[in-house]
């Protein structure tokens, strides 16, 4: 069951919410501030949240920006102003859809499914400036220009990817891409991270800023945040 964070001001517009929610399968937590929905959000998971921008001590606007800072949950703000400068700035600091009050149900409900399902698809993708390793097509993109990989180096790749300034050995880069009982050698990992910052320069990635020799060790992938 998907838990939804329902942060609104109102009680009467928190019980409205998650009337329209609960009966489609939705674990609806109520919180009448964003300062109390931040509290809950650091010991609490929730795979949505609906915020309403028109908040005292603090508005939708500064707690969509707070919690993109923190966490990777996917928020609709929901705002009675319908003026596209508000929306406009709800998006571009981070929400991903807005609602207007007063709102149609079914509308709710398809805007909310259709963030999910748009979530979700993000998670089977890896996004580094400009890089774009897509878990489930086997694709590698540097500003939407394909670069072609091994089945070796695409492994390489998501593995660097998602453990961002960790060192891995030779060996262990080995046992993670080729298996324990393959036998390899060192030089064999050298050529496939060669070959690999070859391709990412000619499509324009700084690869050797990123993709870096850790002397004596092995290889890491540099996150310089």
Known sequence: MKTILLVDDEPLMLDLLSLYLAP????????????????????NHADLILLDVMMPEM??????????????????????????????????????????????????????????????????????????LDLNSFVLQYHQTGISLTPKEFAMMELFLKNRNKVFSREHLITSIWGYEVSTEDRTIDSHVRNLRDKLRK???????YLVTVWGVGYKWVDKK
């Open 24 to 43: 489609a399968g939705y674990d609806c937590v109520k919180m009448t501030s964003a300062v109390e929905a931040i509290t809950y959000l650091e010991s």
């Open 59 to 132: 508005d939708g606007w500064e707690a969509c920006r707070e919690i993109k800072k923190h966490w990777a949950i996917p928020i609709i703000m929901l705002t009675a102003l319908g003026e596209k400068p508000d929306i406009v700035k709800g998006l571009k600091i981070g929400a991903d859809d807005y609602v207007s009050k007063p709102f149609d149900e079914e509308e709710l409900l398809a805007r909310i499914e259709a963030v999910l399902r748009r979530t979700q698809s993000d998670l089977e993708k890896i996004k580094f400036l400009g890089l774009e």
């Open 203 to 209: 499509a324009g990635f700084p690869a050797d800023e």
